[in-house]
């Protein structure tokens, strides 16, 4: 199997688990603030990752210090972790008002917006194809919204996911080819750590910890809904473009509607069923015209 096919089917295995989070999340926002379950579900990603990176570390790795490469793993993922964070924020937010359905394919436009991202940074025309999905989603996302009653804040804050999470997109490509999958995806779970926390000490100061009930849905989130799966798709992007990786996530909001339904019994009616079609249309057609995924890089050498 060729390392492009492989990425892509590491990153349909992350696109089926992020769907089933939302209405795991929609859940536990009913329970504890979105910055505090933020701040337990990335400290457990953390914990859950330091064991495997111990166990991959070489003999003698504590000798090697690469001070230059040891600088830029922290420095990037301080950044991405700031990216992560403001589309795990304002995602969190989103479903203390939105449904998961509505929450998952508002948040699906950031597939739309990783083109536009790409446009703009590459300072190219905006193709045809471009030109007419961003019309089709905002007219699939106002579908959504009419189905489920008025427009609503927790909305605007799904869209602010989907802007923030096209950022993070665009950003991992740039980055992911610079370091070795583990370390780099522990140095993003740390940033998002600390950060969450200095937010919820602030925000909710005294009601940090979780009830008895919220820790099993909190150890699925950290550990397999975050941990492995940002490791998989740090080691997926490393052999697939921005823009086909963005078509891959499109299944998202798909998998987020079977979840919902069958966990808290979120129902999509007809507007719905024909909004969430135009979203993923708006997204296949989005990416048509963008670069080819990129050839796979080799391994940077050990930073250790």
């Given amino acids: 199997m060729s390392p492009h096919v492989r990425g892509m089917l590491l990153l349909v295995l ?25 701040a337990w ?18 003999k003698g790795a504590g000798e ?32 203390q008002t939105t449904t998961a359905n509505r929450a998952a394919f508002f948040t699906a436009l950031s597939v739309v917006l990783v083109p536009v991202w790409l446009v703009i940074a590459q300072r190219r025309k905006m193709p045809l194809t471009l030109w007419i999905a961003l019309p089709l989603a905002v007219a ?8 489920g009653g008025a427009f609503v804040v927790g909305d605007a804050w799904a869209l602010a996911c989907a802007v923030t999470y096209a950022a993070f997109i665009v950003t991992l490509e740039r980055m992911a080819h610079r370091h070795q999958p583990l370390p ?15 937010w919820a000490f602030l925000a909710t100061p005294g009601q ?11 150890l699925y989130l950290g550990v397999i809904a975050t941990a492995v799966t940002t490791l998989l798709q740090t080691i997926g992007q490393r ?58 890089t080799p391994a940077p050498a050990a930073e250790d």
Avoid: C
């Avoid at 990335?42 to 070489?58: E, H």
């Avoid at 699939?140 to 189905?147: D, F, H, K, P």
């Avoid at 940090?208 to 909190?218: G, I, K, N, S, V």
């Fill in 208 to 218: 940090l910890m979780p009830p008895p009930d919220a820790w099993l849905p909190l």
């Fill in 140 to 147: 699939g996302l106002g579908l959504l919204s009419w189905e």
């Fill in 64 to 95: 090697r210090v690469n001070t230059p490469a040891r600088s830029s793993l922290w420095r990037d993922g301080f950044i991405l972790g700031a990216w992560l964070i403001a589309g795990y924020g304002t995602q969190t937010v989103a479903l």
């Fill in 239 to 296: 052999s697939v473009s921005a823009a086909e990786a963005s078509l891959i996530y499109a299944l998202e909001p798909v998998t987020a509607s079977i979840f919902s339904y069958f966990l808290i019994h979120e129902k999509v009616g007809m507007r719905g069923l024909l909004g969430g079609a135009l979203v993923v249309i708006a997204t296949i057609l989005s990416t048509k015209g963008q670069p080819e995924a990129h050839a796979e």
């Fill in 14 to 38: 992350v696109t089926a688990i992020w769907g089933s989070t939302f209405a795991v999340v929609k859940q536990l926002t009913a329970e504890l603030a979105p910055p505090v379950l933020i």
């Fill in 184 to 198: 780099f995806t522990l140095a993003q779970l740390l940033g998002v750590t600390a950060l969450a926390w200095v």
């Fill in 41 to 58: 579900r990335f400290l457990i990603a953390t914990l859950s990752l330091l064991p495997v990176l111990l166990l991959q570390r070489p």
